[in-house]
């Protein structure tokens, strides 16, 4: 008998193995553990800060409700922000549980128009959202201005349902829970995953391991491990940035631009932006400057800012991509890039769904199966 045929054969060292470093991967696990299933998260490097994203807790894509209504339906659309609200109320129940509140602030979260065709747009869709049962508020770009210190942008929309909180300290504290609730953490890096109707096998720098059931929770190299996400996923542009907000000044936060290309925190008198969506052509090689990331007319101290990348995948759509691989004991949770704590709890209950039951929830315009021809 081969090596790969004994493996198959083999009973699984653990039922479920979760492939990632970040806060979709422990979400993943936790939800998992909590339905009796012996888990371990593989690859795992023991800092939860990474790829913990920013800490915003939104909704929807980061694009104008008639934009992404235009492209998806309005059915559709109002699941993906459906997928949000839910998001947040696991979230919440999670906090509560565990009274740790990782510095959660409530307050809703913005959208930001760059010219005014996109202000023209934030302004259409508060109707829309309003009649969708998602409340918010459009802001002129005089009304932005005279609640916040900053200038140069179009117009914004202000969602009642969004916040943010420290992304770092909310991983660890999902990890936390994972142990409590008897999760493993295996720290060597994945190379390498086969899987069929028999189960996985994950290559590990430490060897193999043999699970009956596995998910690719990870912004890293998903695209590596599953065939089936190469027209899915892209590489995330990996410009991060955090510069001193000045003294008194007040910015909008949590705060999207509405070209989907910017995200950013202000947190302790620092704002931390994150590039978001995909590599643009023409700054393949940009690097995490000041002048690369910072919007003209917002409040910032100039020269002094620390700049990093972070390597990751998203979703050529931006949007996450979840869901059960067909015709294996497989599922995903990719593509979250900057804003994991947005989706990833949501994601979690669906992953967990999709394996242990016969039923997929998975909202179809989030699933790992929307780029293939047919239904997903």
Known sequence: MSLLGFIRRARADVEVAVVGAGLPALAVALELARRAKRVSVLGWAGAEERSAGLGLVVLGPGRPYPRVVSALGRDDARAVWSAGRSNLDRLRAFLEETRHDCGYD????????????????????????????????????????????????????????????????????????????????????????????????????????????AVVATDAVARALVPELGASLCPAAPQRLRVVVEEGARVPTAARTADGRLAWQARGGNLTLAATGGVRPDHA????????????????????????????????????????????????????????????????????????????????????????????
């Not at 409530?106 to 259409?124: C, H, I, K, N």
């Not at 720290?187 to 995953?193: D, G, I």
Request: a negative charge; aromatic letters at 8%; hydrophobic letters at 45%.
């Open 106 to 213: 409530p307050r809703g979260s913005f959208l930001l128009a760059r010219d005014r065709e996109e202000a023209v747009s934030l302004a259409r869709g508060e109707d829309m959202l309003r009649d969708d049962e998602f409340p918010g508020e459009f802001l002129d770009h005089y009304m932005l201005e005279t609640h916040f210190d900053v200038s140069g942008f179009a117009g914004a929309y202000w969602a009642a349902h969004g916040g943010e909180l420290d992304g770092a300290r909310l991983a660890a504290t999902v990890a936390t829970a994972a142990r409590a609730s008897g999760v493993a953490f295996r720290p060597a890096p994945v190379r390498a995953l086969e899987s069929g109707r028999w189960g996985t096998v994950i290559e590990t720098d430490e060897g193999s391991v043999r699970a009956a059931q």
């Open 285 to 376: 090689q940009a690097g995490s400057s000041e002048a690369e990331l910072v919007p003209q007319g917002l409040p910032v101290v100039a020269g002094g800012g620390r700049g990093w990348v972070e390597s990751a995948e998203v979703a050529v759509d931006g949007l996450p991509v979840v869901g059960r691989i067909a015709g294996r004991p497989l599922a995903v949770a990719c593509g979250f890039g900057a804003l994991a704590a947005s989706f990833s709890f949501a994601a979690a209950a669906w992953v967990a769904d999709a394996l242990l039951t016969d039923r997929d929830p998975t909202p179809r315009a989030l699933h790992a199966g929307r780029f293939e021809p047919g239904p997903a």
